[in-house]
């Protein structure tokens, strides 16, 4: 209770601070709007349905992408870390690929799919895909060798062994991967949007950049306000659920 | 009979015959003669112990009762039959704790149990439950892997390898880990669950009092290759407490004999 009125009264001292410097009238409400204005504005936007519709275009955007690249990812991180030919050719070209920012891939995108939802859905897996196969690859490497044969003996072998002993001794890593690569795909995605206009929907990247264009700061704040919201909320959502599972079983300090 | 009286009955103790074994290891150009020529019987229900120093093969001859690993020359039967791979018959315990800290207690004592066939789960968790209890911790098999104290660990262990009831318990330096007070205590719960759950069991071990403690015989191994240099049959009565005098007489006569191999060793 204590840390959630501490959280509480620091974010109310920011909204005020930030109320004051509009007020102060040294700059134009055209640049720094009243927060107030900013309220209206995604009240207004939850209204009308702008906000939600933009939310759930770039939501499943987003999603679909994401599972798709950890469904990819996971199999293939498996087979880099089994067979020392994937780990030369697919392994390599991961940890390559890893380093390229993922928003790179958008003028590849468009070329290939055009300004359609096929486009954000490959800059989303490629955002997702490789920081998965990375942290797959080095989990099942770093899972003890004891545990498989304990496994063997009793009876354990081949699809069993990989699904019941190497999969879930790898988990740390592969949820930190996971949690990697949805940093890299929102991201991405957000570039995207704000990048270029996709034929197929308007997302909240796209309502950010036509605030700017129609100079409505209010608007450009308020999305930016609910991208914020969204972030959070996946945190609690997808991970916080299983870092609190890694942490109550494995005994890890939670960060 | 329903299926759970049926799978905690006993089941008849194997007889191993470890005959003529031989084992390189390759590692680059290194070769090692791990095991020469050895030969060794353990009867039905019989504990023996194997003491060594490191390196004189001990884990690798284990390996190869369990089925892990495979003799270059000579072979080893259970019951006159050939090992050629591992088998819930015979279930391995390990030095440092092999637990799964994705499971909980009772998901680890559950792992063997699922893969074994012709049972429904509620008659599995009852059999673990059974070896959970036997083992002291039924108030803990919600607990997980890490808050268990290095003890409670290896008698989860040992109710793991129980739980699909193997003829043959293969155990390599379950205790090596553990502070004295809490071996000794293991010491005293290994030999009343051995009397509740006969089987052929097969001990490692760097401790010949832990040795003498245990086995019905003890086999002194020395290294470089591994060879089996000398035996002792252990006729003290059970329940056996490691601090009798007549237990350290034993113990003795065994560390002096282990010294003497080394030094011709060492010559």
Known sequence: MKRFLTALLFFVALLWLWHFLVDSGRWSAMLLPDPADVGKYLISAVKDGTLLETTWVTMKRLLIGYFAGIVVGIPLGLLTARFLWAHDTIGTLALGLQTLPSVCWVPLALMWFGQTEAAMFFVVIMGTMWSVVISTDNGVRSVPPIYARAARTMGSNGWHTWLRVILPAALPFIVSGVKQGWAFAWRSLMAAEIYVTILTGFGLGHLLHYGRELHAMDQVIGVMLVIVAIGLLADKVLFAPWEAFLHRRWGTQRN | ?267
Request: charged fraction near 25%; hydrophobic fraction near 45%.
């Open chain 2, 1 to 267: 009979m329903n299926h759970v009286a049926a799978e905690l009955a006993p089941v008849p103790c194997a007889k191993l015959v470890i005959d003529h074994v031989s084992k390189w290891f390759h590692s680059g150009v290194v070769k090692t003669h791990a095991l020469d020529d050895v030969s060794l019987t353990v009867d039905e229900a019989e504990f023996v112990c194997l003491v060594g120093p490191s390196g004189c093969g001990k884990s690798t001859l284990l390996n190869m009762i369990a089925g892990l690993e495979m003799a270059d020359q000579g072979s080893v039967l259970m019951d006159g039959k050939k090992v050629v791979g591992s088998g819930r018959e015979r279930m391995m315990m390990f030095q440092e704790s092999a637990l799964f800290p994705w499971l909980s207690v009772l998901g680890n004592v559950l792992f063997g149990l699922k893969l074994k066939p012709g049972l429904k789960d509620s008659e599995r968790l009852e059999v673990a439950r059974y070896y959970i209890k036997l083992v002291g911790l039924e108030r803990y098999e919600r607990a997980n892997i890490h808050e268990l104290s290095g003890g409670m660990k290896q008698r989860v262990a040992l109710a793991r390898s129980l739980a699909p009831n193997p003829r043959v318990l293969i155990m390599d330096e379950p205790f090596a880990s553990l502070d004295a007070m809490t071996r000794e205590q293991l010491y005293g719960d290994l030999q009343t669950i051995w009397a509740a759950r006969k089987k052929t069991i097969v001990f490692v071990t760097h401790n010949v009092r832990e040795a003498v403690c245990l086995g019905d015989r003890v086999v002194l191994f020395s290294p470089n290759p591994g060879r089996v240099r000398e035996q002792f049959r252990i006729d003290l009565p059970r329940p056996r407490d490691i601090n009798s005098p007549s237990l350290a007489e034993h113990a003795t006569e065994i560390t002096r004999a282990l010294k003497q191999h080394r030094e011709v060793a060492a010559e």
